[in-house]
């Protein structure tokens, strides 16, 4: 099975700084990628995927995530926080290409906090 | 839009009460799943279903059964319930054909039993 690993449960950041938040895959074979978000009291929320079209991915809200094969990485950025932001983040990683049961494993999350 | 949606928001139930929780999407999709959520856990899978009338279990069944009767919508029974069973419930789901497909999610479904 897959698995995914999200370093840090908690990050916190003043409003206007860099969001840096970490996912680490395990897979032999570059697999797809996902980061959602999550506002209190509601479900999860894509925020973008990697699909092997490009390494650099832009999603919404000006977040961005780059896959690093070298390191099975797919960190989470941002370059400026806003309050808004404050929420929890998942990554997941798919099921190996060529299944078709759309099974996602998630991380554990990150829980954002962002000062004024 | 895609829309799953959950039949309540918030739930209250004794131990042994058999409970259902019911998940309705609207886009036609082929894949629906049950998760719960525990601080610190992340999102855990409870089952799937991939088609009407088939599931297969996820990494936590225990406890837990669930419904497809039809394509669109996925049921989740737990028996008799217990305390340990208190959670947030999420379902989602997503269109078949190849892994890079995202999942859609509900709200969620915040049971505690007591």
């Known amino acids: 099975a897959q698995s995914v690993t999200q370093l840090g449960s908690h990050v916190s950041v003043s409003e206007g700084a860099l969001v840096l938040l970490r996912c680490n895959y395990s897979s032999s074979v570059p697999p797809y990628l996902f980061w959602y978000v999550q506002y209190p009291n509601q479900g999860l929320q894509l925020l973008l995927k990697y699909t092997s079209a490009a390494t650099l991915v832009k999603g919404i809200n000006g977040f961005e995530a780059e896959f690093k094969k070298s390191e099975t990485s797919f960190h989470l950025t941002k370059p400026s926080a806003h309050m808004s932001d404050a929420a929890e983040y998942f990554c997941?990683?798919?099921?190996?290409?060529?299944?078709?049961?759309?099974?996602?494993?998630f991380g554990r999350g990150t829980q954002l906090t962002v000062w004024p | 839009d895609v829309k799953v949606t959950q039949s309540s928001r918030y739930l209250v139930k004794r131990t042994g009460e058999k409970v259902f929780l019911e998940c309705v999407q609207d886009?036609?999709?082929?894949?629906m799943f049950w998760y719960r959520q525990d601080p610190g856990l992340g999102l855990r899978l409870i089952y799937f279903s991939y088609d009407v009338k088939m599931k297969e279990k996820g990494d936590i069944p225990e406890g837990y059964s669930v419904s497809r009767e039809k394509k669109e919508r996925f049921s989740l029974i737990l028996e008799s319930a217990s305390t340990n069973q208190t959670s947030m419930y999420l379902c989602a789901s997503s269109p078949s054909g190849s892994s890079y497909n995202e999942q859609f999610f509900g709200p969620g479904t915040r049971l505690t039993v007591l």
């Open positions: 997941a990683v798919s099921e190996t290409r060529g299944s078709t049961l759309g099974r996602l494993y």
């Open positions: 886009m036609d999709h082929e894949n």
